[in-house]
């Protein structure tokens, strides 16, 4: 039951380069979207998450753009760093319902 | 503040053997939740509980997987019989509410042999 597609499955940047992943949602009473950075042997951990009231939101070198209409919804990551390199998830609540990641790396 | 806590870390069964996983969720989180990872692929949610009432558990095999929140507080996620597409990592999650950061603990890894 995959509500939440995410893109690319893979992607390697240079250190200082921009990341760009993108997430689109079928359910249109998802009203909370987060995004999880996962190192291998560990579990998630929470890195910005946004609510539809608002198209676009930055914590530091973070950035969620989300766009209503569209049902989708992007994780920038300016200035990339080789402590960057993890797997990202997408998800969306109702029920937290994730992507299936995407494997980072940044070479340095 | 302590974190989610789960054990045990490793489990290795033969198949048809059954497992236990415990779950002690960060104190005076009312939401739980139990996912099942596989390898490569997204966490696929399992279970959802708030305090000790389930509110979600459209995807959980109830023929062979059982879940219970005792008190409103920890939990346990039962397998039996296990299967060998049961191999994965089983994460537990705790929120203080329903739309608020999910907090993760560190899995169990089970291999089913």
């Known amino acids: 039951q995959q509500q939440v597609k995410q893109s690319p499955q893979s992607l390697i940047v240079q250190k200082g380069g921009i990341s760009i992943i993108n997430c689109a949602y079928e359910?249109?009473?998802?009203?909370?979207f987060p995004w999880y950075q996962q190192f291998p042997g560990k579990g998630p951990a929470l890195l910005i998450a946004?609510?539809?009231?608002?198209s676009e939101k930055k914590e530091g070198r973070f950035t969620i753009s989300f766009n209503k209409s569209a049902k989708q919804f992007s994780l920038h990551i300016m200035d990339s760093q080789p402590g960057d390199s993890a797997t990202y998830f997408c998800?969306?609540?109702?029920?937290?319902?994730f992507g299936e990641g995407t494997q980072l790396t940044v070479n340095p | 503040e302590a974190g989610v806590a789960q054990s045990p870390r490793y489990k290795i069964i033969e198949k048809r053997q059954s497992v236990a996983f415990w779950c002690n969720p960060i104190?005076?989180?009312?939401?739980l939740y139990w996912y099942q990872q596989i390898l490569g692929q997204g966490p696929k949610l399992l279970i959802q509980?708030?305090?000790?009432?389930?509110?979600?558990d459209s995807q959980l095999p109830k023929d062979r997987f059982s879940a219970e929140r005792l008190k409103g507080v920890d939990s346990t996620l039962k397998i039996q019989p296990a299967k060998l597409e049961d191999s994965a990592v089983y994460l537990c999650?705790?929120?203080?509410?329903?739309?608020?950061?999910?907090?993760f603990g560190q899995g169990t890894r089970l291999t089913v042999v």
């Open positions: 999650a705790s929120s203080l509410a329903r739309l608020t950061e999910a907090f």
């Open positions: 359910n249109t009473a998802f009203d909370y």
């Open positions: 946004i609510r539809p009231d608002v």
């Open positions: 998800a969306a609540s109702g029920k937290l319902t």
């Open positions: 104190s005076g989180h009312a939401t």
């Open positions: 509980f708030q305090n000790n009432g389930v509110v979600d």
